[in-house]
C-alpha cells in the first residue's frame, strides 16, 4: 500500500521537507500546490471536525465521570475498573461474541451455496440475485418490525407454519434461549444478500481454463471444489469475512427493534450497552470507555485477520498493492 | 467411427445431467426465493387487514376484506408527512455534499501533488476503519455544544464528509488516462475545469455509486438520529416508525403498522430497482479492492 501512495512525491523524498515545502509554494509548481490544498480542503476541515477531533476526544471522555448535567470530572482509570466488575459488561461482551461468531459463520456458509447455484449459467439468475439482495437494502428498522411480528408465538407467521407439522414453536424474541437465535435468523435473512454477491463476483472471476483443465485431469466434481473453486474464491471469502465480523459487532437496529436487548439482557449487545449507559443513563464517560472496548476487539478483529490472511489466502502477498 | 458415437453418447448424457441439475438448482433457488420474499408478502397482505383479520386464529394469508383505508390511517396516525420531507431533505443533503467533497478531495489526492498529501491520504484511510460506536458519545457531545441537537444540520453536517467515498473516488481517478488531463491543461484549462470538464464526466459511474450508497445508507439510518433527534417536527422515517409501534395499545395494531412499513419500505425498493447496476458494481469493485 505505502509503496503504491509514494508514487507522486517519489523525487522529492531525498529533499528536506522545509526544502519541499518552500519549493512546492515557489515557481511552475506553486499553483498545483494551492490547487491541491484548496481541493482537498472543504473534506479535509470536515474530516478533522468530524472524525478525527471526536476520536481524540472520546479518549478524553473515556477518563471521566461526565453526566453533561455538571462539568466532567477526571477520574483517571476508574471507568475500566467499575468495567470490569461489571456483570451486564461481561453479559453483553459476551452476547456481542454469541451474535458475531454464530450469525458469520453461517451467513456465510448459506450465501457461499446461493452464490454457487448463482454462478451456473441459467436464465433468470439476476432475478434471483436481485431477491435475495432485497433484505439488504431494507431499513433495519422495518425489517426488524416485520419479523417481530412475525415471530409473535400466537398470532405470528412462524409459529403457524410449524403448526403445519405439528411443532409447537417456542417463544421467539420472548424466550431467554430463542431470543439471540431469532435476532440471528433475521439478521442472516437480511444480511446474506451482500456476502452472496461478494462471493458471486469471486466465483465469476474465476477463468473458465482452470475447470477445464482439471476436467482433464479427472477431477471429480467435488475435486474441482476443493482445489479449484475454494483456493481461488480465497481473497472474496477474505474480504467477506472481515467486513461480516465488523459488521456484526457493531449491529446495533435489529437488537434495539426487534428485542430491546431483552429478555433479561439476553440480547443486549456491546452496542446497546454503550447506547443505555449513554443516553439513558447519561453516563458519558463509563459509555466511552465500553466504546473503546468495541474499538479494540475490532482492531483485534482486523489484524488477526491480515495475520492469517497470509496463510491461506493466496496470491495475497502479490495482491497487496 | 465407434468412439465418436461414444462420444456423442456421453455428450448427450452430459447434456441431460446438466438439464436436471439446472431444474434442481432451479427448485432450490425458487424455495429460497419464497423464504426471502416471505416478510415481504406477509407485510403487503396483512397491511390489508382489519384488526381483526390480524388476531384472526389461525391466521390466513389473504385479507378476508381489503381495508386500503389502513395507509391513509397509518400516514395520519403520526407525523409520516414531515417524517418523509425530514428524510428526503436529509439523504439529499447528505448525498450532494458527499459526492462534491469526496470527488474534490479524491481529484486532489489522485493528481494533484503537494506536501503531505500521501500522508494525509494514509491518516484517511486509517480513520476509515474506526468503528462509528466510538464516535457516537464524542460527537453527541460536540452537537450539543454547537446547539445542534434536535435540528437536522445534527444529521447532516458531520455526514457531508467520507473518508470512503474520498477513497473511492481518489482509486477511481487514479486509473483515468493521464493524457485527456494533458490535453486538457495545454489548451489553457485551469485545475478546477478540468477536474469539471475531464474528471467529472468520466468518474460518473463512481459518482452514480457514492450517490446510491450513501442514499440507501443516510434514508435507513437509524442510530444516529435516534440519539440526536428528539423532537417530533425532525425526526425522520425510521424513527417514526419504531416509535409508531411502541405506542401502548390494548392490542398492536399490527395492520397500521405494516402499511407504515411498507410505505417506508417502498422508496427504497425502487431506488434500488432503478440503481441496481450501480449498487452491484458499486459493492463488486470496493469489495475486491477491499479484499487486496
Known amino acids: ?321 | 467411427m465407434a468412439n465418436a458415437v461414444k462420444l456423442k453418447d456421453s455428450l448427450l448424457g452430459q447434456k441431460q445431467t446438466k438439464l436436471l441439475m439446472d431444474l434442481l438448482v432451479y427448485v432450490v433457488l425458487s424455495i429460497v426465493g419464497i423464504i426471502f420474499i416471505m416478510p415481504f408478502a406477509w407485510m403487503v397482505a396483512n397491511s390489508f387487514k382489519d384488526i381483526r383479520g390480524i388476531y384472526k386464529f389461525p391466521p390466513e394469508f389473504i385479507p378476508e376484506v381489503w381495508h386500503f383505508s389502513n395507509y391513509t390511517e397509518a400516514w395520519t396516525a403520526t407525523h409520516f408527512d414531515i417524517g418523509f420531507l425530514n428524510s428526503a431533505l436529509v439523504a439529499a443533503a447528505v448525498v450532494l455534499g458527499q459526492v462534491v467533497t469526496a470527488s474534490l478531495a479524491g481529484y486532489s489526492f489522485a493528481r494533484l501533488r503537494y506536501p503531505g498529501r500521501d500522508k494525509i491520504f494514509l491518516l484517511y484511510i486509517s480513520l476509515m476503519m474506526v468503528p462509528f460506536t466510538v464516535l457516537l458519545i464524542p460527537l453527541y457531545i460536540q452537537m450539543r455544544a454547537f446547539g445542534w441537537v434536535s435540528t437536522l444540520q445534527a444529521v447532516i453536517v458531520p455526514f457531508l464528509f467520507t473518508p470512503w467515498g474520498t477513497f473511492m473516488m481518489r482509486q477511481f481517478m487514479v486509473t483515468i488516462p493521464r493524457e485527456l488531463e494533458d490535453a486538457a491543461r495545454i489548451d489553457g484549462c485551469g485545475f478546477f475545469r478540468t477536474y469539471w470538464l475531464i474528471i467529472l464526466p468520466l468518474t460518473k459511474p463512481a459518482l452514480a455509486t457514492l450517490a446510491i450508497f450513501t442514499f440507501v445508507n443516510t434514508w435507513n439510518s437509524y442510530q444516529w438520529p435516534l440519539i440526536v433527534l428528539a423532537k417530533p417536527k425532525v425526526k425522520t422515517l425510521p424513527l417514526l416508525l419504531a416509535s409508531f409501534q411502541n405506542q401502548s395499545a390494548m392490542r398492536t395494531p399490527w395492520h397500521l403498522i405494516m402499511a407504515a412499513s411498507t410505505f417506508v419500505v417502498v422508496p427504497v425498493l425502487i431506488a434500488f430497482v432503478v440503481g441496481q447496476k450501480y449498487y452491484v458494481r458499486g459493492i463488486v469493485t470496493t469489495g475486491i479492492k477491499g479484499g487486496g
Open chain 1, 1 to 321: 500500500m505505502t509503496a503504491n501512495l509514494a508514487g507522486g512525491g517519489g523525487h522529492a523524498r531525498k529533499l528536506g521537507v522545509l526544502e519541499e515545502v518552500r519549493r512546492a509554494f515557489t515557481g511552475l509548481r506553486r499553483g498545483e500546490t494551492i490547487a491541491g490544498y484548496l481541493f482537498l480542503a472543504p473534506n479535509f476541515i470536515g474530516f478533522i471536525i468530524f472524525l478525527l477531533f471526536p476520536i481524540c476526544f472520546a479518549f478524553y471522555i473515556m477518563l471521566t465521570d461526565w453526566s453533561l448535567a455538571k462539568p466532567p470530572a477526571f477520574v483517571g482509570l476508574e471507568n475500566f475498573e467499575t468495567m470490569v466488575n461489571d456483570r451486564l459488561f461481561w453479559k453483553s461482551l459476551g452476547n456481542s461474541f454469541y451474535y458475531t461468531f454464530v450469525a458469520v459463520p453461517t451467513g456465510i456458509f448459506i450465501a457461499f451455496w446461493l452464490a454457487l447455484a448463482l454462478n451456473r449459467k441459467m436464465r433468470g439468475i439476476i432475478f434471483f440475485r436481485t431477491i435475495y439482495f432485497l433484505p439488504q437494502i431494507t431499513l433495519t428498522v422495518a425489517a426488524a418490525t416485520i419479523w417481530r411480528w412475525i415471530y409473535q408465538p400466537e398470532i405470528g407467521m412462524i409459529n403457524h407454519m410449524l403448526d403445519w407439522f405439528g411443532i409447537d414453536g417456542p417463544k421467539w424474541i420472548h424466550d431467554t434461549q430463542w431470543a439471540m437465535p431469532s435476532v440471528i435468523i433475521m439478521s442472516n435473512w437480511q444480511g446474506i444478500g451482500f456476502a452472496m454477491l461478494i462471493l458471486l463476483a469471486g466465483l465469476q472471476g474465476i477463468p473458465e481454463e482452470y475447470y477445464e483443465a482439471a476436467s482433464i485431469d479427472g477431477a471429480s466434481g467435488w475435486q474441482r471444489m476443493r482445489y479449484v473453486t475454494l483456493p481461488m474464491l480465497t481473497p472474496a471469502l477474505f474480504f467477506v469475512v472481515v467486513t461480516s465480523l465488523i459488521g456484526a459487532f457493531q449491529s446495533f437496529d435489529q437488537f434495539f427493534v426487534l428485542t430491546q436487548g431483552g429478555p433479561a439482557h439476553a440480547t443486549t449487545p456491546l452496542t446497546l450497552y454503550i447506547f443505555q449507559n449513554a443516553f439513558t443513563f447519561f453516563k458519558m464517560g463509563y459509555g466511552a470507555a465500553l466504546a473503546s472496548v468495541v474499538f479494540v476487539i475490532i482492531l483485534i478483529i482486523t489484524i488477526v485477520q491480515w495475520r492469517l490472511a497470509r496463510r491461506w489466502v493466496i496470491g495475497f502477498e502479490n495482491d497487496d498493492e
